[in-house]
Nanobody
Framework: VQLQASGGGWVQAGGSLSLSCAAS????????MAWYRQAPGKPRELVAA???????SYADFVKGRFTISRDNAKNTVTLQMNSLKPEDTGVYYC???????????WGQGTLVTVSS
């Protein structure tokens, strides 16, 4: 599975960015898609995830500010980020898990920088 993320960039605190990710290259269905992020010097952490049935989950630190959405037919996932804070700065990675497996596939990451 290949994942291509896009949409990162620079924004001032309080602003918005939208990240997109497209998955390709597998004949198997994708069960879960998610966004993780990694700030400098910190471990990678889950931001938001969505299952093929439509359920979503969010890290507490983004609840009410970020929205994850998915197009199952196109195997794409979007992360709408509003009210961004400087602590949201990091590299955001898109991940996907094939149905019937526990292995995650990752994209190359896209940098989000939020200035105060």
């Amino acid at each position: 599975v290949q994942l291509q993320a896009s949409g990162g960039g620079w924004v001032q605190a309080g602003g918005s960015l939208s990240l997109s990710c497209a998955a390709s290259g597998s004949s198997f269905s994708i069960n879960a898609m998610a966004w993780y992020r990694q700030a400098p010097g910190k471990p990678r952490e889950l931001v938001a995830a969505t299952l093929s049935g439509g359920s979503t989950s969010y890290a507490d630190f983004v609840k009410g500010r970020f929205t994850i959405s998915r197009d199952n037919a196109k195997n794409t996932v979007t992360l709408q980020m509003n009210s961004l804070k400087p602590e949201d700065t990091g590299v955001y990675y898109c991940g996907a898990r094939l149905s019937g497996t526990t292995d995650w596939y990752w994209g190359q990451g896209t940098l989000v920088t939020v200035s105060s």
